[in-house]
């Protein structure tokens, strides 16, 4: 994936929110233009420095995004920075055998209700 964004009700609240969420995966903001703003990995490798997570300024739309986590442990401090940034529970991390044999996944509602994922791949 390149990029996507998502539309935000409240630009400064979603600011913090996914400042904090993005921190234990990695990842935090790279642009900000006011009503427009970019998160991405701290250490670019590869690809636009930029970042490939956007939100801007309006009216949410039915969503559904997940991000890549490195491990089970990150998952789970994502899960729990979530929480902490005002995010609502909607499955805790575990393994989604519906999904894959090895998919350890959390899920949250972030403040506009997006249902947002942290999911690690590995065994």
Do not use: C
């Not at 998160?39 to 636009?48: H, L, N, T």
């Not at 994502?78 to 805790?92: P, Q, R, S, V, W």
Request: proline fraction near 6%; hydrophobic fraction near 35%.
């Amino acid at each position: 994936m390149d990029h996507f964004s998502v539309n935000v009700r409240d630009m400064e609240r979603s600011k913090q929110f996914y400042t904090e969420v993005l921190a234990p995966l990695g990842s935090e903001m790279k642009l900000d233009f006011g009503t427009t703003v970019s998160f991405g990995p701290k250490e670019i490798i590869s690809g636009d420095p930029a970042g490939s997570f956007w939100i801007n300024e309006g009216e949410p739309q039915l969503i559904h995004f997940a991000f890549s986590a490195a491990s089970k442990e990150e998952v789970e401090a994502f899960y729990n920075a979530a929480l902490k940034a005002g995010g609502t529970d909607n499955g805790k991390p575990g393994i989604r055998p519906d999904y894959g044999a090895h998919y350890y996944a959390a899920f949250i509602l972030d403040p506009d209700g997006y249902n947002i994922e942290a999911v690690y791949h590995g065994a």
